[in-house]
């Protein structure tokens, strides 16, 4: 099970361009020029900005580390450029590798068990992060396990949290099983409530057990958007590369030749304005999800503000946190989105300029 969670983990606020406003004056008699789109939609720059968003949020350090590389280069722009092509993905398989896997675990492990709710399983998970390869896969694959049971152990024996437990807070609990927006979270709370479980699993649940789902939901978020975010630019680069040549050709023609290379051009530029709608629409969706979260992760920071027991007290910790990360998220996504209908808005135009004739 800690392989698994391991494997399953994912990191962001890149800023780019705003798309601006792109409307004329006299309701669309009158085009933005091109070269204004352009710039508002500058794929370089927007590049470099969504690399950034990857060295600095992405979980797996590998990954961080090759998009420092790239940013840091001696020729950035053509190292961003290569990263996007090429880079990315090489260095998720990397991060892949067994001891990568087994620091992600313990990193993500000493982040969610904070030490006055799970000393132990904090503490080993310490010495994971700071140890060697062999101290990692250990605590993989069974050091957590033991770490965790001596936690239960302690917690069991004192009787405190159990003792607490009230039925507003198997109710609490209960909803999030049923309708929680993260679905990890749904999974945990489900665990903690299932036939057979015991209060140990519901005081469990409230320790560490919330905050590691949650944890999880955020990272399996940002993986999957960042992982259609490369494939999508490496596309459109390519894309907006033979749109710019076939406009350059164009310009260049002259006599008969010259409409047959516009009419080429301008089905170049309707090729990238088609393939910017998978982006713009998950970046979108991206930021419904991001603004559910944000939205419930206040709530729960409400709730568990107006909480007495002492079961509370560690969501109560990182329920800000998490819906500070999750707003973040919201308004990285939104300004994901402005850039690609920037690109859209760059397209179209661009587009309608090679199917006018020349004036």
């Known amino acids: 099970m800690a392989r698994l969670i391991a494997a399953t983990a994912f990191a962001t606020a890149a800023t780019v361009l705003p798309a601006g406003s792109f409307a004329s004056a006299d309701g669309g008699n009158q085009r933005t020029s091109y070269e204004t789109l352009a710039n508002a939609a500058d794929n370089a720059a927007a590049d470099k900005a969504f690399v950034r968003f990857v060295a600095l949020r992405h979980p797996q350090s590998t990954v961080r580390a090759a998009a420092w590389l790239a940013l840091l280069s001696s020729t950035p722009d053509a190292a961003i450029a290569e990263f996007l092509a090429s880079g990315y993905e090489p260095a998720r398989a990397r991060a892949a590798a067994q001891d990568q896997q087994d620091l992600d675990f313990a990193k993500r492990i000493l982040a969610t068990h904070i030490a006055a709710y799970a000393p132990e399983t904090h503490a080993a998970a310490k010495r994971a992060v700071n140890g060697s390869a062999a101290d990692r896969e250990r605590f993989a694959r069974t050091g957590y396990a033991e770490a965790a049971a001596r936690d239960r152990q302690v917690r069991e024996a004192d009787g405190t949290h159990a003792a607490a437990l009230a039925q507003a807070d198997r109710d609490f609990v209960a909803a999030l099983r049923d309708s929680d927006p993260g679905a990890q979270v749904r999974v945990g709370a489900g665990y903690a409530l299932r036939a057979g479980a015991t209060d140990a699993d519901l005081v469990e649940f409230f320790a560490y057990g919330w905050n590691s789902s949650a944890r999880l939901d955020l990272e399996l978020h940002q993986s999957a958007i960042a992982d259609n975010d490369v494939r999508w630019r490496a596309t459109i680069n390519r894309l907006t590369a033979d749109a710019r040549a076939a406009e350059t050709a164009a310009r260049e023609a002259s006599g008969e030749a010259a409409a047959a290379a516009r009419a ?33 992760w206040q709530a729960i920071a409400l709730a568990a503000a ?24 919201r308004d990285s996504a939104a300004e994901q989105a402005r850039y690609w209908t920037a690109l859209l808005d760059q397209a179209r135009a661009a587009e309608l300029e090679m199917t006018d004739p020349p004036g």
Do not use: F, L
């Not at 309707?270 to 999800?289: G, I, K, L």
């Open 264 to 296: 080429q051009a301008a089905t170049a530029w309707r090729t990238v304005v088609e393939q910017t709608t998978p982006a713009r629409s998950a970046w979108r969706q991206a930021e419904d999800v991001a603004a559910a979260q944000a939205a419930s």
């Open 306 to 329: 107006a909480a007495e027991s002492v079961n509370w007290e560690s969501i109560a910790s990182s329920s800000v946190s998490t819906a500070a990360a999750w707003s973040t998220e």
